[in-house]
């Protein structure tokens, strides 16, 4: 089975300091990772997957196998920041996209 | 980009009656695509995943005569919610595969209110 906890529902932070937004799996094989970020009244968008190893508005996430984690990191965070974020897991043959349960992120003034 | 248009965004229905939301996939073919509810504040819940020209694998606890979907060419899916009720009132999300180049496209969410 496929799982996907993100155990922050929400975190708040000021503009210029670092971020870490955790997301912690479990998946037998090898799963493919991704974050995606909801702003306010707008659809869900990709923001990075791991195979990529892109770095997106400044956020970088690592897989760590040993772990099972992939945590989303930004080392200077900004207002627009400010949006729920989605850790998310692919695996196995049906491309069937498994959600965390989302963290608000808050990036005060 | 890929771009999935998802319609209508939001809909007023009285219960008992049947509700269409459509999803296309605007330059590029989904032979898979999926289907998703938000509750307020909560994450997406898969319900289905919809293959082109067969039938739609249902997740558990999703009544499969409630949700129909139909994936009749490799650019649309559609969902039909029957026999609406108002616990049906959700935000409805469908997400498209178009492989390795693509990925995942999301719509952009359709707000069914039954009343």
């Known amino acids: 089975a496929q799982r996907v906890t993100q155990p922050e529902k929400l975190l708040s932070v000021f503009k210029g300091a670092p971020v870490e937004l955790k997301c912690n799996y479990s998946y037998s094989g090898s799963p493919e990772l991704f974050w995606y970020v909801q702003y306010s009244r707008q659809r869900l968008q990709l923001l990075l997957r791991h195979i990529s190893r892109e770095s997106i508005k400044g956020f970088t996430a690592d897989l760590n196998k040993g772990e099972t984690s992939f945590h989303l990191k930004k080392p200077f965070a900004q207002e627009e920041d400010s949006a729920m974020y989605y850790c998310a897991l692919s695996g196995g043959s049906n491309y069937k996209l498994t959600f965390g349960k989302g963290t608000l992120l808050t990036v005060n003034p | 980009g890929a771009v999935v248009s998802q319609h209508p965004s939001w809909v007023i229905c009285k219960s008992g009656t049947s509700v269409k939301i459509e999803c296309r996939s605007l330059?590029?073919?989904?032979?898979?695509m999926f289907w998703y509810r938000q509750f307020p504040k909560q994450s997406l819940m898969l319900m289905a995943t919809s293959n082109e020209g067969s039938k739609a694998t249902y997740e558990q606890g999703v009544e499969k005569d409630k949700f129909l979907i139909n994936h009749a060419s490799l650019t649309l899916s559609t969902l039909t919610v029957t026999s609406a009720h108002p616990e049906d009132s959700s935000f409805y999300i469908c997400?498209?595969?178009?492989?390795?180049?693509?990925?995942?496209?999301f719509g952009s969410g359709t707000r069914l209110t039954v009343v």
């Open positions: 997400s498209a595969w178009g492989g390795s180049n693509y990925g995942y496209t």
């Open positions: 330059d590029f073919q989904a032979t898979t």
